[in-house]
């Protein structure tokens, strides 16, 4: 069986207007720190991971996937009340490895954004647990059936939100 390979010139990156770098997460963060006030069961979805792990997989570079996801990291830890930086550092993370991961897979079908975004989900919650835990001292509790619903809840709306996102790429 031969083995195929597809260089960088063939894998399709995209970009974004700049209304759409900044009102996406802009909607995301505010959704966020808004929905859960009024509906409770909305904690367990992270909208601006989904949208990290977007903009990361879509733009297919580790750089601007790093800066996207400490920007809007940062950007939520303000809103919430917790030190700066927890969000922050796990969102860098996940914005790296979505990113080189992003140039390595086709990411275009639901059934590889799914796994995908569960992937990434239950690390982006690891490293928050282990930075707020460790670092920053935060008395949490980890609960890996918690954990694994939410994964797979935010899996399955993440799904949705990147094809509907999907209509804002812009080829390079």
């Given at each position: ?13 995209y970009r974004f207007n700049w209304a759409v770098n900044i009102g996406v997460p802009a909607a995301a963060l505010w959704l966020q720190s808004f929905l859960p006030l009024h509906f409770p069961f909305f904690k367990m979805f992270d909208l601006p991971l989904l949208v990290t792990i977007f903009f990361a997989i879509a733009r ?113």
């Amino acid at each position: 069986m031969p083995i195929t390979y597809t260089s960088g010139e063939q894998v399709e990156v995209y970009r974004f207007n700049w209304a759409v770098n900044i009102g996406v997460p802009a909607a995301a963060l505010w959704l966020q720190s808004f929905l859960p006030l009024h509906f409770p069961f909305f904690k367990m979805f992270d909208l601006p991971l989904l949208v990290t792990i977007f903009f990361a997989i879509a733009r297919r570079n580790p750089i601007s996937g790093l800066l996207t996801g400490s920007v809007i990291g940062l950007f939520q830890d303000a809103l919430t009340g917790l030190p700066l930086g927890i969000n922050g550092l796990a969102k860098t993370f996940v914005g790296y490895g979505a990113s080189s991961l992003g140039v390595k897979l086709d990411v275009e079908n639901a059934g590889a954004r799914f796994l995908v975004t569960l992937v990434f989900y239950v690390a982006h919650e690891i490293i928050y647990f282990m930075v707020a835990r460790g670092l920053v001292a935060l008395n949490l509790q980890w609960s890996w059936p918690h954990e694994l619903v939410a994964a797979l809840a935010n899996a399955f709306v993440g799904v949705f939100l990147f094809f509907a996102l999907d209509r804002f790429k812009q080829r390079t």
